[in-house]
């Protein structure tokens, strides 16, 4: 009888540890989901805000810089940079990222500008093949040139990426933005349109990977052509 009542016992026991055990997992497993739930609410937060900031962009009324860089990725921004030479906005112009099949001609002839304003004050840069490579090929421009303040033209939904790499890559210039504004982000719904918001979101995600390796002092590479590390990149 007191065998039996020995094995009751024990098993018993083993049932309540049992219980506690599961009672455990599943307490594990409702913090790491509510921590994920948090997370995805932060991210999803975050990322609304990168968008309202990024629609809420507009063009300064009367830019002035030194000098102006554009950054490829279509020739509306070209156009406008190229706009802003003309009135006056700044002296120069760098055309950053430009691929090594397209030529000079071929960029003043989609402008509609004339060869000398091209000869005199238009530089193509066609090392940078991202925008990092953007930063560092700018860089060098302006070191070459000594300026102190740079108006800068890219597409809105680019641009607080495009400040943050330029901004690391050149201490103490003054960038003014000047962001060619795309009016889908700011007068439509562009959330019912999955090509804009795939758009935003993966700018987003860059962006945000840019300021993580900025904060951890990770090494963003060079993004430009003449690296070799970079050999066979053509972008």
């Known amino acids: 009888m007191s065998e039996q009542n020995g ?28 921590m994920l739930l948090v997370m995805a609410g932060g991210l999803l937060a975050s990322f609304l805000y990168f ?16 000098a102006i860089v554009v950054l490829t990725g279509g020739f509306q921004r070209i156009d406008q940079a190229v706009d802003l030479l003309k009135d006056g906005a700044g002296a120069r112009l ?20 004339s060869a ?6 238009v530089d193509i840069g066609y090392d940078a093949i991202d925008t990092v490579g953007n930063a560092n090929e700018t860089a060098a421009w302006i070191r070459a ?4 303040s740079v108006l800068v033209v890219t597409n809105n939904y680019h641009m ?7 901004q690391r890559a050149n201490p103490g210039i003054a960038l003014t933005p000047y962001p060619v504004v795309n009016s889908d982000l700011k007068t439509s719904n562009w959330m019912t349109n999955p090509m804009v918001v795939k758009t935003i979101l993966s700018e987003y995600g860059k962006y945000t990977v840019a300021r993580l390796r900025d904060l951890m ?19």
């Open 7 to 34: 094995d009751t016992g024990e098993d018993g026991t083993g049932a309540l540890l049992r219980r506690r055990h599961v009672s455990r997992g599943r307490q594990l497993v409702r913090i790491v989901f509510y």
């Open 51 to 66: 968008a309202d900031q990024v629609a809420s962009l507009t063009p300064p009324a009367d830019p002035k810089a030194d």
């Open 94 to 113: 760098l055309i950053s990222g430009v691929h090594p099949t397209t030529t000079g001609s071929q960029i003043r002839r989609n402008t509609q500008s």
């Open 116 to 121: 000398a304003l091209f000869r005199c004050c």
């Open 145 to 148: 040139h000594r300026y102190r």
């Open 160 to 166: 607080p990426r495009s400040i943050l790499e330029l």
């Open 217 to 235: 002092g990770a090494a963003a590479g060079s993004g430009l052509r003449t690296d070799p590390r970079n050999a066979g990149i053509d972008r």
